[in-house]
Each structure stands twice: as C-alpha cells, then as structure tokens.
C-alpha cells in the first residue's frame, strides 16, 4: 500500500485525504492547528457557536458526492436544508429586494421592478447558464498538465464560446436596466475576492447557481462540513496528526521525497498540499531553485484577492426577522470596491454581510440569545496593514454604528454579550492565507484555468496541490472540485 502525506486540513486537504484513503492508500493528514477546518473552522464560546469562514451551502451535490463516492449516505454527515428566501439586500437610498429561487416568487419580485427587466434577467441566467455548461465541461472538472491541454482547438474554441473579456457588471448591464438588479447579480464577485468591475463575466455564475440549485444550510453550521470529513477520514482507516505543522516538502534531483518537521524527515511516496499555494512556495519549499517559475519575486507579483474583517456578535436577545442571509450595500458601490481593490484603504461607507445562524439553528446560541456574524469585505495586506488593537475598535466602533443607522438592530451596541473579530493579519497568521487574502489568488483572466497553479506541480514529481489558489479557485465546492483533481492527477501517475 502506498503512503501518501496530505499537508494540511482546510477543506481541500480533507476532502483529498478522504477520496484516497477510499482509494485504498495508506493516507497520513498533517495540520498546524489542534483541529480540523482549516478557514471552515468555529468559535465556540459562552454558548454561541459561529462558523469562521464560509457560511453560505451552493451546489450541495458537490458536497454529498464525496460521501457518496465512499459508499456513505451524506444525510447521516452533513444534514441540509434549503432556505428560502435566499438572500435579502437592502441599497441605501431604494427599496429591499428579497430574492427567492422559487421560480413564481422571482417573477413576481421581477415583474414587480419592470417586464422589461424581468425579461432580461432571465435572458441573463439563459445565457450564463449556456456559459457554465461550457466552463464545467472544458475547465472546472478537468485539470492542466502541459500546454496542449490548453492551447488545443477543442479548449480554444470553448475558451471563445466563455467570452469572458468583459467585467462582470458591464455583461450584466446588457441585460438589464435597474441598478439593484445589476449589483445583485455582480457582487458575489466578491465571493471569490475579485471586483464585479474588473473580474471576468464568467464569474456571474454565482447567482446562477445560487437560483437554479439553491442556497442550503447545514445543521450545526458549516463546521459540520469539515467534522464529518474529518470522522469518514478516521473510519475509512486515515491516521490525523493535529497540532503537528509541517517546515519543508521535501524534494530531490525533482523528485518529491516526503516531509520534514523539525529535523524528522518522514517519507512518503506522494504528497498533496493544501496549504494556500504561494504560503507553500515560499515557507515549504524554500530552496527557490525547486519551484521553477514560482520565484518569491513571482509570487510577490501575482494578484491577490481582497480579505475580510469579520465581527462574531453573540447578542443576549433574539432579534425579529427570517432572513439567514443579508446584504447592505455602500451608497457607492462602486468606489467601496475601489477602495478594496485600487486604493487600497478601508471603505468609510462599506458593504457588508449579516448572517444569522440561529434563526435556523437554535442549539448555535443559548435559549433566547441570538449569534450575528458580521462581514465587510476589506484590502489584503500589501495594500493595507493597519490592524492594530486600536486600528480595530475603531473600525468596530464604526460598523456596529452602521449596523445600527441602517438594520433592524437599531440598539445593537446596548446587547453585545461576547464578540471576537478575525482581521486580513488574523487570516495570515491562523491559515497562512499570503497577504491575508481570504480567498487566495485573485481570479483574473491571467491566474485562471491554464494560468493558476496546476493540480500536479509542473516541476516536481509525485507532488500535487489544491486549495482556493489552485486550479479551478475559490468557493468551498470549486475548492473541493480542485481537492478532486489534485487525486486523479496523483492516481494517473500511479497507474
């Protein structure tokens, strides 16, 4: 049986720990933290529970198929259930639009803005549907190896029929009229931590799947994900080593040889790595001269996505409502995304993101209390540092006062019973996220598909890697699609 070493137990480590130990390999997971999770970790506090990272379930096949492959009924792993509506988003100076993926309740939100633009919304998700079908087929589910798995006539031509040259919110703006329609199809851009105004038209493809698969909530929050992976890891026979970080990857005359923590080298026939692809460059392998291309000054120079700052409130009342998932928009949103991506400073009128677990989810708070977990998209680190403790009150001080000014939790400030934030340095230091940047390489045109790092590691064998860096990207399941290429790349090579 051979021996493979997965670095790493974020949710892409995970899931390729898990497809190969079913595969039948002798699978050792090494991970930095205590626990599993990776960015899909929790706080478990006083009572509230709150999911660090992702916290939204799209495409939910991808995520039961991992269980299914190994023989396991996914209900009994990862209970989910649709939530309905989706989202709600609330724009400065207009009304609320509440988005439902039920197909009457869309029409009548559609039709209740204008026909004309009803029409073109659903021309939109026609035409992004016919998109996604090509990207799933000729790039998302299939991996880069050499050139000619690119520059072929049957890649080109499907690379053609993607047209993705445009931004994503001028593609949308062919297709309709009302501005709150258009920043509701742009800005899960920022899912993927790239700007709707400059991030290729492909990436519209969320809110497409966001309607026509719905969005899911997973009992017990989206930690649930990454324990279950962890417990079908250990029953399938994987050996977990938890709070043991991994210094080196080991490679020789080309050749990947295993591991080394502290002065121990420990061999392995193969390694997949899950750590955040340019941190692995240049802490993991550090002799330059083994990474081909991948120089710290390339690695300097690639374009990273934008981070977060992220307040968990635990509230000691329960608020009205049944929206899961909200969005408040900037009065402008389009200096708030340039102020993220160009400028560089921390938006004084930001977006920002409010979930609320509990309202589906009793046992995340004590009986009566509710948990608010807080996002507000901010610049990585190489265009902004300042998170000092000071640095942070003041931009807590500043959203808490928003939070009151613009929602329901008009006395927010008077209940805040526990809260705990994560900053870009937090993200850097806890994941070893490069710059801070939540979702890893910026998703541009240049670092997509044949341009972002390959599966299988172009200059040493038996070495292979995913992750939200990797090819095919960000977004917990394209981070599993990549975990599911890094293994059929490392099985082709075995056979």
Known sequence: MKKIIVVGAGVAGLSAAVRLQNLGYDVHLYEKDVKPGGKMNQIDKDGFRFDVGPTIVMMPEIYREVFEVCGKDPDEYIPMEKVDPMLELFFANDDPLLFSSDLTKLTKTLEDISEEDAQGYFAFLADIYKRYLVAKEHFITKSFRGPLDFYNPKSLWAGIKLRTFSDAYSSISKFVKDDRLRKSLAFQTLYIGVSPYQGPSLYTIIPMIELFYGVHFMKGGMYTLAKSLDRLFKELGGTAHYGTPVDEIVIENKMTKGIRIGQEMIKADAVVCGADFPYAMKHLIPDEKKRGKYSDKKIDKMEYSCSCFLMYLGLDKAYPGETLHSIYFAEDFERNVSDLFEDGVLPEDPSFYLYRPTLLDKDLAPEGKEGLYVLIPVPELSKYHDWSDQAIQVYRDKVVKLIQEKTQFTDLDEHIVFEKYYTPDKFKQQFNAYNGAT?????????????????????????????????????????????????????????
């Open 439 to 495: 979702f890893g390489l910026k998703p541009i045109l240049s670092q997509s598909n044949y341009y972002r790092p390959h599966n299988k590691f172009d200059y040493a064998e038996n070495l292979y890697f995913c992750g939200s860096s990797t090819h095919p990207g960000a977004g917990v399941p394209i981070v599993m699609q990549s975990a599911k290429l890094a293994v059929e790349e490392l099985v082709k090579d075995d056979q």
